[in-house]
């Protein structure tokens, strides 16, 4: 027997592949990409509320993440 919580993951993660398969279905890669910045962003808020003052920083990991992708594509 599942608890709620597991429920509502398994819920989310069915939520999350049929809009990835929508996504793409309807824009292609781009979809996925917009996609995949809505639950970036989400994660990153969410774990905002709950970090320390000694835990990392997820926003700069995010920039940091983004300015390695533009050095490499903006060639």
């Known amino acids: ?13 069915d939520h999350w592949a049929a809009r990835q398969r929508r996504q793409l279905e309807e824009r292609g890669s ?21 970090r320390g003052p000694e835990d990392p920083d997820p926003w700069e990991a995010l920039a940091r993440t983004l300015e390695n992708f533009i050095e490499h594509h903006a060639k």
Do not use: F, L, P
Request: charged share 35%.
């Open 1 to 13: 027997m599942s608890t709620i919580g597991e429920a509502r993951e398994a819920n989310q993660r």
């Open 30 to 50: 781009k979809g996925v990409a917009e996609a995949w910045w809505d639950r970036v962003r989400a994660a990153c808020k969410q774990y905002d509320q709950k």
